[in-house]
């Protein structure tokens, strides 16, 4: 089941943005992000948070979605509660909207969160009204349906990772892609756009619409 999560940062629905929310079975709101729902065309089913930026106004458009209320003095931030209450409900794959916003520490901890969710196999997506970001663990290969012509990056968030990429300008073959390094940004795509993953953890981030990727499991080494 696809969980949609609503988190406060910056959100500027666009078509894109819409199919992708309206595919989800579940929608969680954390906190403010429950501003995001109308916009998107969605109902929220819970708001999880300590409710300290969510407006009455907004709380008052959704009288009937039931509440996660939690201290706001807590070790997790909103997002994460989020995401935890639609791993319980069953979701088996999150994306996740309104994660990057003004708060730069907020940003980065909730892309962080998310690639910590899919290290521990829940598939969890980033999405922004220009980038969706996908993370691709140890034996996993990533096939976006993209048009030729595609930006995208590649970013290796363990301190080395061995990655491949085919159907791009700079392709690569079981390279060594270290952690904070430049190497894998501005590629572009050619056709049939692959990136497959033997060792590590990469977040590759895939600039203009698409609405479809295949993501295989390869469990050989």
Known sequence: MIALVLAGGDLTPNARLRHLAKEASLVIAADSG????SALGVSPDLIVGDFDSVTPQDLQRYPNTPHSRHPTQKNDLDLELAAKEALNLGASHLRLMGVIGSRLDQSLGGLLIAARLHKERVPTTVHTIDTDVHFISQNESLRPTRPAGTLFSVLSLSPKSAISIRGANY???????????????SNLSTSG???HVKEGLVALLLQDDSLATEVVKNNSS
């Open 193 to 195: 756009l692959e990136v």
């Open 34 to 37: 429950l501003t995001h729902a």
């Open 171 to 185: 392709p690569l073959d079981n390279h060594l892609l270290a952690f904070g390094v430049g190497q894998g940004i």
